[in-house]
């Protein structure tokens, strides 16, 4: 289990919380409440997939934030995570859409056939080690047909958020019907790591009546280094975006196989 650094690790001795995971059975509902409405990305992402005229591999999917958007536009979606709680989430929304939802391993999958694109979006590919991002990568460039793409997003981080010398903390407070969303992100350059610290409070008839304290762990990996590891598994970026600038940036790198059609 991640410990709670920081504030919020003072918020969970205080009120005796346990930390839990937030992409785990209990943390999942708060993790929709606070990004299923979250457009960052969705512009890119629906640009690509008019220009796919194949099926789309989703890895990270969670509960559906870009996965039924893809859909929308009639392509087939094979969509991928390893939260079965998250899945189910996705299960329930289904329509008439063309969504196959499979757990597995983002680092580790398998299929017999090849995708016009694969979508890696979220910033998910935070959430893995060098050796991890590697593996992916691999395995992205063996499911690529061969004018495909892989669209991968992640953050580049100011300068003070990365320093080795000092340790960084930015909160933010949410409101999500009755309950408060406490965003604690603690920034550890020496480590090479962001930690997520998700405090939320029920509130009913103006009293709290519920306390819990979610958490999750990304690395500090930026554009520059991406481009380096995609292109060491057979992979060449054709297209680089970032959000203005700030302290978290958000970017998107369109890659295709090196050597691939462009047709």
């Keep these: 289990m991640i410990s709670a650094p920081g504030t919020a690790?003072?918020?969970?001795?205080?009120?005796?919380?346990?930390?839990?995971?937030?992409?785990g059975p209990a943390g999942a509902a708060v993790y929709d409440s606070m990004c299923r409405y979250d457009s960052t990305e969705l512009t890119d992402v629906l640009r690509l997939v008019q220009a796919t005229a194949g099926p789309v591999l989703e890895l990270a999917c969670g509960s559906g934030r870009l996965t039924f958007p893809l859909a929308s536009?009639?392509?087939?979606?094979?969509?991928?995570?390893?939260?079965?709680?998250?899945?189910?989430?996705?299960?329930?929304?289904?329509?008439?859409?063309?969504?196959?939802?499979?757990?597995?391993?983002?680092?580790?999958?398998?299929?017999?056939?090849?995708?016009?694109?694969?979508?890696?979006?979220?910033?998910?590919?935070?959430?893995?080690?060098?050796?991890q991002r590697a593996e992916l990568f691999r395995r992205v460039a063996d499911h690529l047909t061969d004018d495909g793409v892989f669209y991968v997003s992640g953050l580049d981080l100011d300068d003070r958020l990365t320093a080795r010398t000092r340790d960084a903390e930015r909160v933010t407070v949410l409101v999500a019907g009755e309950r408060v969303l406490t965003l604690h992100q603690y920034f550890s350059?020496?480590?090479?790591?962001?930690?997520?610290?998700?405090?939320?409070?029920?509130?009913?008839?103006?009293?709290?009546?519920?306390?819990?304290?979610?958490?999750?762990?990304?690395?500090?990996?930026?554009?520059?280094?991406?481009?380096?590891?995609?292109?060491?598994?057979?992979l060449e970026v054709v297209e680089t975006r970032h959000s203005p600038p700030a302290e978290q940036r958000h970017f998107q790198l369109t890659c295709r196989r090196a050597g691939g059609g462009r047709g």
Excluded: W
């Excluded at 929304?93 to 056939?113: H, P, W």
């Excluded at 009913?204 to 999750?216: M, N």
């Design 9 to 23: 690790g003072r918020l969970a001795q205080l009120y005796g919380l346990r930390p839990q995971e937030l992409y």
């Design 73 to 131: 536009r009639g392509h087939e979606v094979v969509a991928l995570d390893n939260s079965a709680t998250l899945l189910a989430m996705v299960k329930e929304r289904l329509a008439a859409q063309r969504i196959s939802v499979v757990e597995g391993d983002m680092t580790q999958f398998v299929f017999d056939r090849s995708f016009s694109l694969i979508v890696l979006g979220t910033s998910s590919v935070c959430l893995l080690d060098a050796d």
């Design 189 to 234: 350059g020496r480590r090479g790591v962001r930690t997520t610290s998700l405090f939320t409070e029920t509130v009913t008839d103006h009293e709290t009546t519920g306390r819990d304290l979610f958490t999750s762990e990304i690395f500090l990996v930026g554009s520059t280094r991406l481009r380096e590891e995609v292109r060491a598994a057979g």
